[in-house]
């Protein structure tokens, strides 16, 4: 027997970082009233973040929760980057759906790391260089192997990358250096040992208390090439 649970007289607010405002419009199908509010404060406010999900019949955008937060029954956070604010609206009894500080496992490439070790996970061997300066005598000491450079936090500078000896690579490291400013030798970078003959088989999907969906996207991918 399944279950169906009547939710027109529920809210719902949708915390997202600007990717998936859909999972508004597809809860509006169920929910009674839904809202949606991902960030845009800055120095300079932009159009492009003030408007993200804007102008949808479906659910009503708002710039923060602070105006509903005791009106919503339910918060789901769709991205990374807010578990402390879930932890927060959890320990004043709300009902919040997310990652909590899960995120870190994506976030700090060097802490995940020794978390899978100590876990027995195996991994590509790896180092961690501190600077960019001796992320380039790294790459110049590996001749033209190919290598896999992650960072911290900050996809937005860049995602992971792969160079092969670095005269093939100066002009990313240069333009890398140029946008991190002073910080560019204070920065953490995670070289990883390429694994050649191998598959990268990866499944994008969600686990809620260690279940599963019955569908899911399962691919191989080759890394900034395609996704099959």
Same mark, same amino acid.
């Given at each position: 027997?399944i279950? &169906?649970?009547d939710?027109t007289? #529920?809210s ?12 508004a ?13 991902? =960030?845009w ?5 932009s159009? $492009? ?7 949808? =019949?479906?659910y ?13 029954d339910?918060?789901?956070?769709t991205d990374?980057?807010?578990? +402390?604010?879930q932890?927060?609206?959890?320990a004043?009894?709300? &009902?919040?759906?997310? @990652? !909590?500080n ?6 700090y &490439?060097?802490?995940a #790391?020794e978390?899978f ?5 195996p991994?590509? =061997?790896y180092?961690?260089? #501190? /600077?960019m300066?001796e992320?380039r005598? $790294?790459?110049?000491? !590996?001749? @033209?192997e #190919?290598?896999?450079?992650?960072i %911290?936090?900050t &996809? /937005?500078?860049?995602?992971t990358?792969?160079?092969? /000896?670095?005269?093939? *690579? ?13 910080? *560019?030798?204070?920065r953490?970078?995670?070289?990883? %040992?390429n694994? =050649?003959? +191998?598959? %990268?088989? *990866?499944?994008? +999907? ?7 969906p019955?569908? *899911? ?8 090439q395609?996704?099959?």
């Amino acid at each position: 027997r399944i279950c &169906r649970v009547d939710f027109t007289s #529920k809210s719902v607010c949708v915390v997202d970082n600007g990717i998936f405002a859909d999972v508004a419009r597809s809860l509006s199908k169920s929910f009674g009233k839904v809202y949606y509010t991902s =960030p845009w404060v800055a120095d300079f406010p932009s159009s $492009y973040k003030t408007e993200l999900g804007e102008g949808f =019949p479906d659910y009503e955008r708002v710039d923060d929760i602070w105006g509903i937060v005791d009106d919503m029954d339910l918060f789901i956070f769709t991205d990374m980057h807010q578990g +402390t604010l879930q932890e927060y609206l959890a320990a004043q009894g709300k &009902r919040v759906f997310g @990652s !909590r500080n899960a995120d870190e496992i994506e976030c700090y &490439r060097t802490d995940a #790391k020794e978390h899978f070790a100590g876990l027995n996970i195996p991994q590509a =061997p790896y180092v961690v260089v #501190k /600077g960019m300066s001796e992320l380039r005598k $790294y790459i110049k000491s !590996r001749g @033209s192997e #190919k290598l896999w450079i992650k960072i %911290d936090k900050t &996809r /937005g500078d860049s995602e992971t990358f792969s160079v092969e /000896g670095y005269n093939l *690579a100066k002009n990313r490291l240069d333009f890398m250096e140029s946008e991190f400013g002073p910080i *560019a030798e204070q920065r953490d970078f995670v070289v990883e %040992d390429n694994l =050649p003959d +191998t598959l %990268d088989i *990866a499944i994008d +999907t969600y686990s809620i208390d260690g279940q599963y969906p019955s569908r *899911a996207m399962l691919g191989v991918e080759q890394k900034d090439q395609g996704y099959v």
